[in-house]
């Protein structure tokens, strides 16, 4: 019953059985099918031919695929070099996985399955609904973390340094769990899935936003700070930059619900969460650095941007930056001005649908740098992540020196 559920290719431009397919960008979530029809990420059949579809992690390709010599074994139509794949093993699941496996990988489970530790209990009808919902974010996320060439393991490939997820609900005894991380392993609170249940804690917690990938990209971030920046030459910066997360975090999390976040906390931080600990600080923004990366790639392979929209507000400058030196300062720039345009854009569209803005934050200089920061990091450990900026038709070779930066889409 899940098999069409979130799998099928929309029809936004009508039969092209004729069509050649276009060429792929390289930016961005649309990719082509073999009859030319536009296919997504999450597509496991094509609704125009009928072909069946896959996306190859690490290959970041959605493709129709080709029956393979051995049984249950395909090829990628877009990428035959690829070789012989097969389906994960959670496709015909109410996860409705639609990635691909290298045929000779041991593992039944694709690169995103195989980091779940816990599934929920499907034999509570409404967790299958839950668990979909879960596992779409979820790969979002890990194809995300996959293309910025980040070290991604399983914990059953290195239970030391790999990362796990346990999607959990109430205990027999009642108990809610909590969702975290702790020493690679994120705990998720399957109800985050169920939307009443998550906009009444949204509107409790007083926060402007939260989803379930949300959840994901903050909690990854504590794996990937113990992965990239505990005992590393980005310690005493981090420090510099986000405090000394030696501090009692114990302390810092009572402080935080007995008093809150500071008055003036919006000129320093992304979100209240962020004052609580420099951990979280980091979470928080490493959350919205992959946010803005993934928005601006997807927008840019559309040929979307705000360029010019004629918004007033003023661009970030170099001395915004953590490094204005650096190879790829003007890029990180350029990408920040474009998401500030985008945002603008779009929080205005989902005014005119009645809907909550788009981004609902300001992004003060301070986090530009902590921000850029977080980029040099995920860079030097992917080595991909400068190759994500390239901004087309953009840029901000006149920008102005300022000190003060704004979001225009941001409350008022
Ligand atoms: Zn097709
Ligand atoms: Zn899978
Ligand atoms: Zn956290």
């Not at 099918?33 to 125009?48: D, E, I, K, M």
């Not at 020493?183 to 007083?206: C, F, N, P």
């Not at 969460?273 to 993934?294: G, K, V």
Request: one cysteine or more; proline letters at 7%; aromatic letters at 10%.
């Amino acid at each position: 019953m899940y098999r069409y559920f979130n799998r099928i290719s929309s029809r936004i431009a009508g039969p092209r059985a004729l069509a050649p397919a276009p060429a792929e960008t390289g930016h961005g979530k649309l990719w082509h099918c073999r009859c030319g029809q536009a296919v997504f990420f999450g597509n496991s059949l094509c609704l125009t031919c009928q072909a069946p579809l896959g996306y190859l992690p690490g290959n970041d390709l959605v493709s129709a695929l080709s029956p393979g010599q051995a049984p249950g074994t395909w090829t990628l139509d877009s990428a035959p070099e690829a070789g012989a794949v097969r389906r994960c093993a959670n496709f015909d699941t109410a996860a409705a996985c639609n990635w691909l496996v290298p045929a000779g990988d041991p593992q039944p489970l694709c690169r995103a399955c195989r980091l779940n530790r816990t599934i929920p209990d499907l034999s509570v009808p409404e967790n299958n609904g839950y668990w979909l919902k879960v596992e779409t974010a979820k790969r979002r996320l890990v194809a995300q973390l996959l293309n910025l060439g980040l070290p991604l393991v399983a914990k059953i490939e290195d239970e030391a340094t790999g990362l796990a997820f346990d999607f959990v609900g109430t205990s027999m005894d009642g108990t809610r769990p909590t969702t975290g991380h702790a020493d690679g392993l994120v705990t998720l609170d399957i109800k985050e899935a169920d939307d009443a249940h998550r906009e009444a804690v949204r509107q409790a917690m007083r926060e402007p936003y939260r989803t379930l990938l949300g959840h994901f990209r903050h909690e990854v971030g504590h794996y990937y700070w113990d992965r990239l920046i505990a005992g590393s030459t980005w310690l005493e910066p981090f420090r510099a930059l986000f405090g000394d997360e030696q501090q009692s975090y114990a302390d810092a999390l009572e402080r935080h619900y007995q008093q809150g976040a500071p008055a003036a906390w919006a000129q320093q931080y992304v979100s209240a969460y962020a004052t609580m600990h420099p951990w979280e600080d980091w979470a928080e923004t490493w959350a919205h650095y992959l946010h803005m990366m993934d928005a601006v790639d997807t927008a840019q392979g559309f040929g979307m941007s705000g360029h010019n929209a004629g918004l007033d507000y003023v661009p970030f400058s170099p001395n915004n930056l953590y490094d204005p030196s650096h190879t790829s300062a003007s890029a990180f720039l350029a990408f920040v001005n474009a998401w500030i345009e985008l945002a603008g854009m779009l929080n205005e569209l989902s005014r005119a649908m009645g809907q909550p803005d788009f981004y609902p934050f300001a992004l003060p200089p301070e986090v530009i740098v902590k921000l850029h920061f977080i980029h040099l990091v995920v860079q030097g450990a992917g080595g991909k992540a400068d190759e994500m900026l390239a901004i087309e038709g953009g840029g901000n070779e006149s920008v102005v020196a300022t000190d003060h930066g704004a979001c225009p889409g941001a409350p008022q």
